[in-house]
Nanobody
Framework: QLQLVESGGGLVHPGGSLRLSCVAS????????IGWFRQAPGKEREGVSC????????NYADSVKGRFTISRDNAKNTVYLQMNSLKPEDTAVYYC????????????????WGQGTQVTVSS
């Protein structure tokens, strides 16, 4: 099994920045995709960004392109989400996810989910 633990959420002003971290651990660290989903109040979960663990290719949701950057440190089994120029609409619980297909459109493709970390962007 794989465990994912997110951290780094908090309250920031519009235009501010946060960096989320996700540490993977467990008996098996085999996965093909790792990334981030988020869920805002009253909305469905949406994919934010993911990495193809084999090729290193990266996908971003249109809503975060140019503002968010996903990266990983394989030696530390950690994936990061650097979030800049934050907007109120970025307010959500952010979940680290891992699975077999690196895509952002179907949450069912991801077998492993972290507990979530709250990001609030407000004046």
């Amino acid at each position: 099994q794989l465990q994912l633990v997110e951290s780094g959420g908090g309250l920031v002003h519009p235009g501010g920045s946060l960096r989320l971290s996700c540490v993977a651990s467990g008996d098996s660290l085999h996965y093909f995709a790792i990334g981030w989903f988020r869920q805002a109040p009253g909305k469905e979960r949406e994919g934010v960004s993911c990495i193809d663990s084999n090729s290193g290719s990266i996908n971003y949701a249109d809503s975060v392109k140019g503002r968010f950057t996903i990266s990983r440190d394989n030696a530390k089994n950690t994936v990061y989400l650097q979030m800049n120029s934050l907007k109120p609409e970025d307010t959500a619980v952010y979940y680290c996810v891992a699975g077999e297909i690196p895509e952002l459109y179907n949450e069912d493709e991801y077998d492993y989910w972290g507990q979530g970390t709250q990001v609030t962007v407000s004046s």
